[in-house]
Nanobody
Framework: VQLQESGPGLVKPSQTLSLTCTVSGDSITTNYYYWSWIRQPPGKELELIGYISYSGSTYYSPSLRSRTSISRDVAKNTMYLQMNNLTPDDTAVYYC???????WGQGTQVTVSS
């Protein structure tokens, strides 16, 4: 399974981040796969943003729930992350992965700066 993140590298404060995770080698509807978004700010630990399950149900980290949305397009075998009202604290490398496995994307750097 391969996962590939894509999106803008630079976003201005208060704007919305939109990231795409394109999946190949397996279906995002494969039973019991949970497709996660994770980020790692500079010098900090990995942080779970949330996930969308094989059935389409979603979970969000409580600290990010109010401004985060994870969705998918089954026909495109792709999942998406949208995060609103960005601040410099959202600067991080953003990853998509399959929870509980070693399948990760390579990560995409997102910098929030004016």
């Amino acid at each position: 399974v391969q996962l590939q993140e894509s999106g803008p590298g630079l976003v201005k404060p208060s704007q919305t981040l939109s990231l795409t995770c394109t999946v190949s080698g397996d279906s995002i509807t494969t039973n019991y796969y949970y497709w996660s978004w994770i980020r790692q700010p500079p010098g900090k630990e990995l942080e779970l943003i949330g996930y969308i399950s094989y059935s389409g149900s979603t979970y969000y980290s409580p600290s990010l729930r109010s401004r985060t949305s994870i969705s998918r397009d089954v026909a495109k075998n792709t999942m998406y992350l949208q995060m609103n009202n960005l601040t410099p604290d959202d600067t991080a490398v953003y990853y998509c992965k399959i929870a509980g496995t070693n399948y990760w994307g390579q990560g995409t750097q997102v910098t929030v700066s004016s």
